[in-house]
Nanobody, 119 residues
Framework: QVQLVESGGGLVQAGGSLRLSCAVSGRTFSSYLFAWFRHTPGKEREFIAAIAWSGGSAYYGDAVKGRFTISRDNAKNTMYLQMNSLKPEDTAVYYC????????????WGQGTQVTVSS
């Protein structure tokens, strides 16, 4: 079973940057897709970005295109989310998630990490 542990959240001023990490462990995950989501109380969970562990294109939600970058380091078994030009509306708990390519929805989740952007 794949396990995910996020880190890197914190408090940052608007316009600043943060990099989130998601440590991946468990069985081989070359057939997995990995993604970042975020959630703010009172709102629906929002898709941020996704990437296949085996490589290929990355996909982004409209709210973060051009500001956030998803990447993975296979040697370190870690996925990253580089967040630039942060806005107060980016404040949320950020989760990494995973699913096998033939599974319809993401079914493996990390515990989340809080990101707070002050104005």
């Amino acid at each position: 079973q794949v396990q995910l542990v996020e880190s890197g959240g914190g408090l940052v001023q608007a316009g600043g940057s943060l990099r989130l990490s998601c440590a991946v462990s468990g069985r081989t995950f070359s057939s997995y897709l990995f993604a970042w989501f975020r959630h703010t109380p009172g709102k629906e969970r929002e898709f941020i970005a996704a990437i296949a562990w085996s490589g290929g294109s990355a996909y982004y939600g409209d709210a973060v295109k051009g500001r956030f970058t998803i990447s993975r380091d296979n040697a370190k078994n870690t996925m990253y989310l580089q967040m630039n030009s942060l806005k107060p509306e980016d404040t949320a708990v950020y989760y990494c998630a995973a699913r096998q390519v033939f599974v319809q929805s993401y079914d493996i989740w990390g515990q989340g990490t809080q990101v707070t952007v002050s104005s």
